[in-house]
């Protein structure tokens, strides 16, 4: 049975750091697309990043909107994939959800995504 269970929320200053996890369960990373999305009061979801790895050959996205402060990693040893995030802003506030894919092929597109975490909230706040 696939599960996938996200951690490390919290609440944090503006401009201080998270590192949210997302442990799958039922299946191995390899050859798999993981993204976190998030969805904040009042918005749909978004997509954040995505990561596929495939033995040596392995790609990530990144919305505009967290480039350069944002970064997705995955430790295969663990079947876990992480999302460091840094200099978060106020606007970053939301509910983070990772989601699992079989294949390179999703984008953002939530429907491409057949398996979901309940989601671990952030909030940055002064």
């Known amino acids: 049975q696939v599960q996938l269970v996200e951690s490390g929320g919290g609440s944090v200053q503006p401009g201080g750091s998270l590192r949210l996890s997302c442990a799958a369960s039922?299946?191995?990373?390899?050859?798999?697309?993981i993204a976190w999305f998030r969805q904040a009061p009042g918005k749909e979801r978004e997509g954040v990043s995505r990561?596929?790895?495939?033995?040596?050959?392995?790609?990530?996205y990144y919305a505009d909107s967290v480039k350069g402060r944002f970064t997705i990693s995955r430790d295969n040893a663990k079947n876990t994939v992480y999302l460091q995030m840094n200099e978060l802003k106020p606007e970053d506030t939301a509910v983070y959800y990772c989601?699992?894919?079989?294949?390179?092929?999703?984008?953002?597109?939530?429907?491409?995504?057949?398996?979901w975490g309940r989601g671990t909230t952030v909030t940055v706040s002064s």
């Open positions: 989601a699992a894919a079989l294949g390179l092929g999703p984008d953002f597109t939530r429907t491409s995504y057949a398996y």
């Open positions: 039922g299946f191995t990373l390899n050859a798999w697309t």
């Open positions: 990561s596929y790895a495939r033995g040596p050959f392995d790609r990530t």
